[in-house]
């Protein structure tokens, strides 16, 4: 490789081969722990994603938890906890946290001129965006886990029922639940990233993130059943992923097909939620994605020249 390089030791010239000895594997380890340290000294990453979930958690449940009986008994034939009830919006809530700030690191990156040092050094920048996302994917594994067994403490707390009565499908309920999180950050990360590109600014991308995102949650099924919600909230429900997402974590908690926007009995239990939950997650993780693949290339080729 050909080059100069600055006082930091980063490569400010165009690189002519890969260097030797390093693999794509070394290259997303690489990112991946650049990224990981990078969130966890952004005190404003660490509130949204790990504080603030937790703070809506109790308050919610102390204040919805006390009016919330009825409307969970016309929804639901059994007798479940608002504890129960609210842990997949909270889930949901924490992700979608998580994947808004997506973009503010990038954003750094551009106004740094790091993202420029970076698209011209020997990394890989396909490993180098992986490790990215493998960084948000780890916090969003982190605070589920975080947020499932607070919940079942406030249930233990309340009603001191067992762990087979919070999460009814078990252990690999759990990683059901994990996995539909990654899948639904993941188009939320590509949502952030696209505000990110387009704006170019960090205040700006926080701004268009939340002014979206956390409307989306109350036009949806997380924390109260649709049936008790006025008309124009179910209909914007329809076409909202967050509904999918709560929806598809609250099947697996409880056991039973729970969708409310969708007219789907042909899986059979809790699969009539979560694989059309599932199949809508992807439909917009793919259009999201591609549209900001598009937009990461084009900033590429625009920073490299």
Request: no cysteine; hydrophobic share 50%.
């Amino acid at each position: 490789m050909s080059g100069q390089f600055d006082g930091d030791g980063a490569v400010v010239s165009e690189p002519t081969q890969k260097a030797p000895g390093r693999s794509a594997t070394a290259d997303v380890r690489v990112s991946f722990r650049r990224w990981l340290v990078k969130n966890v000294r952004n005190p404003y990453v660490v509130f949204t994603s790990l504080v603030q979930p937790v703070i809506f958690f109790v308050l919610f449940v102390e204040v919805f938890g006390a009016v919330s009986g009825d409307a969970l008994s016309q929804a639901f034939d059994s007798n479940i906890s608002y504890v129960t009830y609210l842990s997949p919006a909270i889930i949901i809530m924490s992700t979608l946290s998580s994947a808004a700030t997506s973009g503010i690191g990038l954003v750094d990156d551009m106004e740094e001129g790091m993202f420029e040092k970076v698209l011209v050094s020997p990394m890989n920048r396909s490993a180098m965006f992986l490790g990215k996302l493998l960084s948000e994917v780890a916090r969003i594994v982190v605070q589920t886990m975080i947020i499932l067994l607070l919940g079942y403490l406030l249930l233990t707390l309340k009603t001191g029922s067992s762990p087979g009565q919070y999460v009814r499908t078990g252990i690999p309920g759990i990683l059901g639940i994990v996995l539909i999180t990654v899948l639904f950050g993941g188009a939320f990360m590509a949502y952030s990233n696209i505000v990110a590109l387009v704006s170019r600014d960090q205040e700006a991308t926080i701004m268009f993130s939340n002014l979206l995102t956390f409307p989306l949650m109350f036009v949806s099924s997380a924390f109260l059943p649709l049936d008790v919600l006025p008309g124009w909230i179910n209909a914007i429900a329809t076409v909202n992923p967050i509904t999918y997402g709560v929806d598809s974590v609250r099947a697996i908690m409880l056991g039973r097909d729970v969708m409310t926007v969708l007219d789907v009995t042909a899986f059979g239990g809790l699969w009539s939620t979560v694989i059309p939950g599932i199949t809508v997650l992807t439909g917009f993780n793919l259009i999201l994605g591609t549209v900001a693949v598009r937009l990461l290339r084009r900033a590429a080729r625009a920073e490299v020249q």
